[in-house]
């Protein structure tokens, strides 16, 4: 039922597949370094999520009105030149939140200025199209990454540590390796694993209609 409604729908759904299918960190891989180094609690997690959606948003929104007359590079540069003038006020706003969370996640928190999605996929995927098209796709690619990022510092520092904002939870058992790097990294690979069995679940219904339609012929 769920993959019928899928392909009825498919070329709705797709303008939204940067939310799960198309996720940014876990089909595509991009954007990754934080997620399995630094967001190993909520604090980390809701931190980086946060900062990555509104300069990444609101940096490709404002590259959009930047003239295609100019070269490439000079684009390029632009597009991070914009995105370091939204990260003074967005950290900032951040610091006055959780100083804490901002000094834990380092360097991880500049480093987001220059992300796939600016440098990259701005120019390959998001501004070729029109703006509003492209602002619905932006905002769901950020979306995705914030809400893989949050899960991600949800499971790391509940059974990584015990714990959920800082208060202590009583569970039978602990993984603290979940809390280093490679938790993190073993982590992201499953739930990539499981968003891959999602798709090809989703296709196999294709696969399947196109086998019948050409039996039937």
Do not use: W
């Amino acid at each position: 039922m769920l993959r019928h409604f899928y392909h009825e729908h498919k070329e709705t759904l797709q303008k939204f597949d940067g939310l799960l299918v198309n996720n940014t960190v876990l089909e595509r891989g991009l954007v990754i370094a934080p997620v399995i180094v630094a967001a190993n609690t909520v604090q980390n997690a809701s931190i980086l999520g946060a900062s990555f959606l509104l300069i990444t948003f609101l940096t490709l929104v404002a590259a959009s009105f930047v003239p295609k007359r100019f070269p490439y590079t000079v684009r390029v540069i632009l597009y991070t030149l914009i995105a370091c003038l939204l990260y003074i006020p967005i950290a900032k706003a951040m610091n006055g939140i959780s100083s804490e969370a901002v000094f834990k996640v380092g360097i991880f928190l500049p480093l987001l200025v220059t992300n796939s999605l600016i440098v990259t996929k701005s120019e390959t995927r998001f501004l070729k199209k029109k703006k509003l098209p492209m602002m619905v796709d932006v905002l769901c690619h950020t979306l995705g990454f914030y809400i893989v990022i949050m899960i991600v510092g949800i499971i790391r520092e509940l059974f990584g540590n015990g714990s959920f904002l800082g208060h202590a939870v009583d569970l039978p058992v602990i993984f603290p390796v979940l809390m280093l790097p490679f938790g993190g990294f073993i982590l992201v690979g499953f739930l990539a694993a499981a968003v891959q069995k999602f798709r090809l679940y989703l296709e196999e219904y294709s696969k399947h209609q196109f086998k019948t339609g050409r039996e039937n012929k």
